[in-house]
């Protein structure tokens, strides 16, 4: 990135605190102060790492990884080697042992994903929703993360047709509003993130948060994801967003548009520097969770030392940023 544009940014970092959403008058969140606190345990911020690089392991297995490699905060992925591992179907027993389970592993749930085992758009699907909602505030979880509508047939050269593409769209804007209000009720933050589609770049979910104004939506920030998917990094709506963020996937990303090549945080070509200073700039307080650290492997065939060592390398990576931003 030349040193005019990555100026250009650092600098609107300081302004995004006072942006306003956009023309049609939704509020923008007026940045809370920072607060000092220990690294991982203070108010600004919590760093965790997902259970999804060990969705081939035993959910036994991620946890034990993560914990021995410094984390104390834990985002579960929704299925562990084909079973369920954070999801309403499980029993009340199975919840008990869970919670087990996290306090014998010493992490803490934070985050969860949610929506994405069933299309919200469906009664069936909207009733998972809230089940999943529900769930995640029985475990003292405040924030989850989910996505739009898919944009293509087949990724990255056939879309769907414009017509298809906009029925779709205008069926998941009230069932997501529906989805919303229940947050509102259970006290759980549902922040979409980018993954092509309505929330693909900064500017297009400030205009998901146009459209449903909640202080129960807000927008998860992927830049791995905007740039493996649009090919666009660092993004430079991302200032404006930055109020409205409230919780970040980690992932680096190596090469050009469409390129799945998904490294150890740090060692690809999204800026966390820049991207931190941007969303602390703007107030960000919230959940941050490890979610790739495969570059090309598969994932799920991966051996979980090996796992180990590179969360634990991308956890050394990140630490000192974020308590260079994040205080």
Known sequence: MDIARRSFLAGAAGLAASAAIGARGAPAEAPRPPEKGPPEAGPRWRLACQTLPYRGQTLERALEGIRKAGYRHVMI??????????????????????????GDAGLEPICS?????????????LDLYRKELDLCREFGIDTVVGIGPWYYDRFPAVPKRARDWEKECGEFYPALEKAVRHAESAGVTITLKPHTGITATAKACLEVLRRIVSDRLKICWDAGNVSYYEGIGPDPDLPDLAPHVKAVCIKDHRGGRADGDFPVPGTGQVDHDLMFRVLFGGGFRGPLAVERVDGREDAAKMDPDEIDRRIAAARSFLLPLLEKHGG
């Open 113 to 125: 994903f949610v929506g994405l085992q069933g299309d919200v758009r469906t009664p069936a699907g």
């Open 77 to 102: 992925y929704h299925v562990h080697r084909g079973e369920p591992a954070f999801a309403p179907s499980l029993s009340a027993e199975a919840r008990t042992d869970l919670r087990r389970r996290l």
